[in-house]
Nanobody, 125 residues
Framework: QVQLVESGGGLVQAGGSLRLSCAASGRRRYTMGWFRQAPGKDREFVAAIRWIGDSTNYADSVEGRFTISRDNAKNTVYLQMNSLKPEDTAVYYC????????????????????WGQGTQVTVSS
């Protein structure tokens, strides 16, 4: 069982920045993803980073504004969010893929086995 603990959410004005963190238990590396869910909407993919090679993938809506990265020594993944918009408001969830696959889809909910509790991000206009 992998424990994921997110932090870094909060309230920010449009155009501002936030950095989310997700610390995974243990020492093993995982493919990690960030998803978000706004009220009344489905959970949607934001960004992901593969466990080996660190290849990344982004949703079109955040490409160029958000950056996913990892610190292997801390087994922590970050999501740097710049130029935030009101439509970025949501609960953000960190997720981990428990397999060692290099081909499992990174952009879908079904590609992950473990989930964090979520952290609220609110962007005011």
């Amino acid at each position: 069982q992998v424990q994921l603990v997110e932090s870094g959410g909060g309230l920010v004005q449009a155009g501002g920045s936030l950095r989310l963190s997700c610390a995974a238990s243990g020492r093993r590396r995982y493919t990690m993803g960030w998803f978000r869910q706004a009220p009344g909407k489905d959970r949607e993919f934001v960004a992901a980073i593969r466990w080996i090679g660190d290849s990344t993938n982004y949703a079109d809506s955040v490409e160029g504004r958000f950056t996913i990265s990892r610190d292997n020594a801390k087994n922590t993944v970050y999501l740097q969010m710049n130029s935030l918009k009101p439509e970025d408001t949501a609960v953000y969830y960190c997720a981990a893929d428990g397999s060692l696959s290099t081909t499992r889809a990174m952009g879908v909910v079904a590609g992950y086995d473990y989930w964090g509790q979520g952290t609220q991000v609110t962007v005011s206009s």
